[in-house]
């Protein structure tokens, strides 16, 4: 089954970048969200990509896909839904808001204020919403890809703690190299155009059952306790760092024990190794842990706190012996 999964993830990934070049590594670390049973934050400026990526990966699954355009004057029920009165039989009936999707594409979600960014809390953690006291199961596959552009640009509103504590990953979306940039152009001007309903190029290569048994090959992987142990420390250590004024939670070392373990099927393991722990690691924790403002003036930054977290944490020695 191992074989099977990863070739899975594989096909999904190759057909993703057909048309998103030179971001691997981003492309790698949304499948580690997605097969985790996480949700993802792409962070990046405006251009890069980010919507084209959430785009082909709901064509290759085939998978039911919307997206919000999230707006200042955005309202939680834009997004959950709401009970509209129909004349005809004088009843109120639910209208379902965009939530009520397999993947969901919450493009600049820091244009939108607290409190609509906060509709999705619910949605994220329990995969369901609450309307009128009664609550709605989401899809089992429910899956929200996110971008935001740096928080240093005009018009953004940072995500608060508990919003930003329930995504899975992280990940920083920067500028292709030239290379990948030179297959861009070629390819638009060959008459690709993202306007169209589908992707031209990108197949389905993966249904339910596929996706199924990747989730399966992911919570059948093997952690010896030596490893729970790292992220522990890990987790544990970022509480006692004199620069952070916020450390992670709990939830964190959840989640990084998830995206070890999905980590690993994409590599071919069946067993988690503190490899996979330190490469998922930063996009894990980047979101979770918060400078002093005095570190910030010391020029300090999270990645370099990261950085710090790691040498500071001893990695256990593993082998296929005590894997």
């Known amino acids: 089954m191992l074989e099977e999964a990863r070739q899975i993830v594989e096909r999904i990934q190759n057909e993703i970048r057909k048309v998103v070049h030179g971001l691997d590594p981003v492309i790698e670390e949304v499948m580690v969200a997605y097969f985790a049973r996480g949700h993802v934050l792409l962070e990046g400026v405006p251009g890069t990509a980010k919507t084209l990526l959430a785009r082909a990966m709901a064509q290759s699954l085939a998978r039911p896909f919307k997206r919000i355009q999230f707006t200042p004057d955005l309202m939680p029920v834009d997004i959950i839904g709401t009970r509209v009165f129909d004349l005809s039989s004088r009843t109120f009936h639910f209208q379902p808001g965009p939530v009520f999707t397999d993947i969901l594409l919450g493009d600049e979600v820091n244009r939108t204020p607290p409190k609509t960014q906060s509709a999705l809390l619910e949605a994220m953690q329990e995969r369901r919403v609450t309307v009128d006291g009664n609550p709605m199961a989401l899809s089992d596959h429910f899956f929200v890809i996110a971008t935001q552009n740096p928080l240093e640009f005009e018009g953004t509103f940072p995500l608060p703690e508990s919003q930003l504590d329930r995504f899975t990953l992280k990940v920083r979306v920067s500028y292709p190299d030239e290379d990948a940039e030179v297959e861009v152009l070629r390819q638009h ?21 596929q996706v199924r048994l990747a989730c399966d090959a992911v919570s059948q992987t093997t952690v010896h306790p030596d490893v729970m142990r ?54 894990v924790l980047r979101h979770r842990i918060v400078l002093r403002p005095e570190a910030e003036i010391e020029s300090q930054t999270v990645e370099g706190v990261l950085e710090d977290v790691f040498r500071q944490v001893e990695v256990p020695r593993m082998n296929d012996a005590n894997a």
Not at 189 to 209: K, T, Y
């Open 189 to 209: 001007h060959e008459g690709f155009r993202m306007s169209a309903d589908a992707l031209p190029g990108v197949q389905q290569v993966a249904g339910e059952a």
């Open 230 to 283: 790292y992220i522990a420390r890990l987790i544990r250590q970022t509480r006692q760092m004199p620069a952070l004024m916020l450390g992670a939670s709990p939830r964190a070392g959840v989640d990084m024990l998830a995206a070890a373990k999905a980590m690993a099927l994409l590599r071919g393991r069946r067993y988690v190794t503190p490899d996979e722990v330190k490469r998922i690691a930063p996009a």
